[in-house]
């Protein structure tokens, strides 16, 4: 089992799904999409047990390594990202199995069945994609993989047919290709002066000077808008809240969190220190100014998905702390805080989106004011948005307060207190617009005739707002998994 290449299988699996799906058609597809991330999730539980055993897994491609070939390197940290799109991805499988087979415009049959054509392809494309960003050493395959992401996401996006949602992918379009565009010159100065790929190549042979500082100006604003960090995420509300429900959730969930991962990698890793001090103060004050951006925003949206999509804005904004603070007491707790925050919001966003999608599916549609009496009428749905609003909220003792609370006492034991009141207000702010949800779900209903979604789609998402909570009860796991790799300067508490 130690030999098993569960690195090269993690990206294998889903891109083999993604082509049998599209050969075998709409019909067969959602069966392969399931048998595909039952595959997936399996080869990444055999990456994430040898890391455990063995630390640091290095995978050479074709047997050539850098800088003539590309490595494919397992730590903890991408094998937790790895995870986490497996946990996400399976919970979204078994929802998106029912919703597209059900789900979808009366009278619209052929709309219906070109979005169950595409859907799991695109779906499966996008999940290898996302493996192989997280576990590649290279920094133009990088790049690629970026490029790949980001198509396949906007294509899923447009899959919902309607005029706003063509536009929100269309935007989201040109701000992503804009960001692979920054990334790219980034790359590009870089290997024209060093001549070389590979990350760990580039930070052997990397020191401050201007093509280094304009590199790094380019490759950081490039990750900014793919991750929808404020004032870069007008694209990231309309796409989230136009798509349909399973690909919101994996749209929040995961993919802004790989360009965020990104930037953890070339600003802990890449990018020597005298360079990121002042980007990293930068970041983190958009960071600040996303959560109370967003949060706000959240409270004015009248439907339930914009307000989750606004609160996915702010949310971030809580990763972007991660920068200032480990560059005050080196990368572990700060690690430790974002990390257990990016897997807790993985999980709780992707409930959100997919218990709005139940809700579009059984109610006229998702606004607020359709919500009144929402327990009576669905109450596992209801017990979904109870479930992942507390670990939003960061109410003890879940993964979002576990997030939360190595965040809060890094800023504290760095004396830099005014990241605690902005992680305060905002925490403040997101209260009340997830109250105002809640307010609405268990208020007496003036028709309490029950409404159903498929049985599949509430409890995908009932099992994923468990495991935000149960995140919160268990941290020592993904810690584990963070310090017996050691992935970054100062390794993890």
């Known amino acids: 089992m130690s030999g098993t290449p569960w690195i090269a299988w993690c990206i294998l699996v889903p891109l083999a799904g993604a082509t049998l799906a599209l050969a075998l058609g709409p019909r067969l597809g959602r069966w392969v999409g399931l048998a595909t991330a039952a595959g997936a999730g399996a080869a990444t539980l055999g990456l ?5 055993r063995g630390g640091p897994v290095r995978h050479l491609v074709g047997g050539w390594g850098a800088p003539l070939g590309i490595d494919l390197l397992a730590d903890g940290l991408s094998v937790l990202m790895a995870l986490m799109t497996a946990v996400v991805g399976l919970g979204v499988t078994v929802h998106a199995f029912a919703y597209f087979e059900d789900h979808g415009p009366p009278g619209q049959a052929a709309s219906g069945r070109i979005r169950r054509l595409l859907f799991w392809p695109l779906w499966l494309f996008l999940w290898a994609a996302l493996l192989a960003l997280f576990l590649t050493r290279d920094v133009f395959n990088v790049y690629v993989t970026l490029e790949l992401v980001g198509l396949s996401s906007v294509a899923l996006v447009a899959l919902a047919g309607e005029t706003a949602a063509l536009g929100a992918a269309a935007r989201y379009l040109v701000l992503a290709l804009l960001g692979s565009l920054a990334y790219l010159l980034g790359v590009g100065l870089l290997y024209a002066a060093h001549g070389t790929l590979d990350a760990d190549g580039l930070r052997a042979a990397l020191a401050p000077g201007l093509v280094a500082s304009a590199a790094a100006a380019l490759v950081t604003g490039g990750l900014a808008v793919k991750a929808a960090l404020f004032p870069l995420h007008g694209w990231l509300p309309p796409a989230h809240a136009g798509a349909p429900s399973p690909v919101s959730a994996v749209l929040s969930a995961l993919v802004v969190k790989a360009s965020f991962y990104l930037l953890v990698r070339w600003h802990a890793e890449v990018l020597p220190p005298g360079l990121t001090a002042g980007a990293a103060q930068a970041l983190g004050v ?3 100014l996303a959560i109370l951006w967003g949060s706000v ?19 971030l904004g809580y990763l972007f702390l991660f920068f200032p603070l480990s560059r005050e007491l080196g990368a572990g707790p700060a690690l430790a805080g974002a990390a257990l925050f990016a897997v807790a919001h993985a999980l709780a966003k992707a409930a959100l989106f997919l218990a709005a999608g139940c809700i579009q599916h059984a109610l006229p549609g998702d606004r607020l004011e359709h919500l009144r009496g929402l327990g009576a009428r669905m109450p596992l749905t209801t017990a979904t948005l109870v479930l992942a609003s507390t ?3 960061a109410i003890p003792p879940t993964g979002g307060f576990a997030g939360k609370w190595f965040l809060l006492s890094a800023a504290v034991a760095t004396g830099r207190w005014w990241w605690a009141v902005v992680m305060l207000v905002g925490g403040l702010l997101a209260a009340a617009y997830v109250f105002r949800i809640l307010q609405l779900a268990i208020s007496p209903a003036e028709d309490e005739t029950p409404a159903r979604a498929p049985l599949a789609m509430e409890l995908s998402a009932f099992a994923l707002a468990a495991a935000a909570v149960l995140v919160g009860l268990v941290p020592w796991a993904p810690l584990r998994l963070l310090a017996a790799a050691a992935p970054l300067a100062g390794g993890a508490p």
């Open 48 to 52: 994430a047990a040898q890391v455990l």
């Open 286 to 288: 958009l960071g600040a």
């Open 297 to 315: 925003q959240a409270l004015r949206q009248p439907r339930l998905k914009q307000v989750v999509a606004y609160s996915t804005v702010a949310q």
């Open 391 to 393: 670990s939003l909220l």
